[in-house]
């Protein structure tokens, strides 16, 4: 249905920037964020190709490094790697 389509599509926009910019769940959210581009240059727009091939080779990036040392993941992998040893 195109309503849940439109409610799905606005909670993805909102919420993934955000977990990206503290990088929280940065890899599914890289693939999740990867596939919305893949369905907006496929359905939507085209002829955009030049934006998403960008956006696609930032998303591709932190799904293959991950998001850094600067980030809520490295933190969480650190604690909780240490206290499994």
């Not at 599914?28 to 002829?47: D, H, K, R, S, W």
């Amino acid at each position: 249905a195109p309503e849940f389509a439109a409610y799905l599509a606005v909670s993805i926009e909102l919420t993934t920037p955000v977990l990206l910019v503290v990088g929280l769940a940065t890899r599914p959210v890289a693939l999740v964020l990867l596939g919305m581009t893949t369905v907006i240059e496929v359905f939507v727009y085209p002829q955009a190709w030049p934006t998403h091939i960008q956006w696609a080779a930032m998303l591709l990036v932190l799904l293959c490094r991950g998001a850094g040392k600067f980030s809520l993941d490295y933190l969480l992998y650190r604690r909780f790697s240490a206290t499994a040893r």
